[in-house]
């Protein structure tokens, strides 16, 4: 374990007990909702986990990096900035994910186009978009949201390769 991770959990752990303290009753509430939760979340997680497994497991890491790399050029940015527009994942497993991009040689700049248009863009959830804002309105949202997550992943990546 790492020792961000021991400092999260200490930190977290003083501020469950000073809840404890100021109203036990609150936090039990607080701590039933958040198991709720996990259990919630839990199989998106692990159907996460497992297709990753399976993309590096069938996916040698040479096409990974010849379709993400460096050498992929733009059409890698622009494959990440699609992939990541389309998939519907929380931002929290995405992490893992571009972290295994990474390793398998995807470039900094195909995975920071990647998380951002994850976090930017829904295309899945368009239609309650255009339902809730309007045709105009979500449509130019994620347009103009798709073209500033590729812009920012591309400084992100010329900041983190220098």
Not at 57 to 76: D, E, N, T
């Amino acid at each position: 374990m790492s020792m961000t991770a021991v400092v999260i959990n200490v930190l977290t752990l003083c501020c469950l007990l000073f809840a404890f303290i100021k109203d036990s009753k609150k936090t039990k509430q607080a701590l039933k909702a958040a198991v709720q939760s996990f259990f919630r979340i839990l199989p998106v997680v692990l159907i996460i986990i497992i297709i990753i497994g399976l993309l590096l497991g069938f996916v040698p890491q040479s096409q990974i990096s010849r379709i993400l790399g460096k050498q992929a050029g733009f059409m890698g940015v622009l494959i990440a900035a699609l992939l990541g527009a389309v998939l519907h994942i929380p931002s929290l497993i995405s992490f893992p994910m571009a972290g295994a991009f990474l390793k398998s040689g995807a470039s900094v700049t195909t995975v920071a186009v990647f998380i951002t248009t994850l976090t930017m863009i829904g295309v899945v959830t368009l239609p309650v978009e255009i339902k809730e804002l309007g045709k105009k309105m979500a449509l130019l949202r994620n347009g103009m949201s798709f073209i500033i997550a590729v812009i920012i992943g591309l400084i992100m990546g010329l900041i983190l390769q220098l």
